[in-house]
């Protein structure tokens, strides 16, 4: 059974069911609160990030654990190892890698004019 919970606008902390005060202003503005408290120093228009025992304290002040669960160290993954393929050894892949953009369209279109100089001759038999 999950149970709706609402934040008081003052500690920050949840109001569970049959707990806190709902105050509305005069322009509507709802306004609830989880004991008289919160609801008096709202009134005297503290602020919560001065008020210890406040969320908005502890987050203003580093005080949240959570941030420091998160912030594991992680270790770097390796390097990954250059090896050769079936059918080409490992110059031959760093040639290809390093060979220019111009020499690979101009092989390229090479080996187009072959193709298409095979079709117009009559392709294979």
């Known amino acids: 059974m999950v149970l709706k919970t609402q934040l ?36 005297q228009k503290k602020r919560p990030a001065k008020i210890a025992w406040t969320v908005a304290y502890r987050r203003a002040h580093k005080k949240d654990q959570t941030n420091a669960v998160t912030r594991r160290k992680r270790r770097g993954t390796g390097k990954a190892a250059h090896r050769a393929i079936v059918g080409a050894s490992i110059e031959v892949l760093r040639a290809k890698r390093n060979e220019k953009s111009e020499d690979r369209k101009a092989a390229r279109d090479k080996a187009i004019q072959e193709i298409k100089q095979r079709k117009a001759k009559g392709g294979k038999k």
Do not use: M
Not at 14 to 28: K, L, M, N, Q
């Open 8 to 43: 008081c606008r003052f500690s920050g902390l949840r109001i569970y069911p049959g707990r806190g005060t709902i105050f509305v202003r005069t322009d509507g503005q709802v306004y609830t609160f989880l004991s008289k408290k919160c609801k008096r120093l709202h009134n």
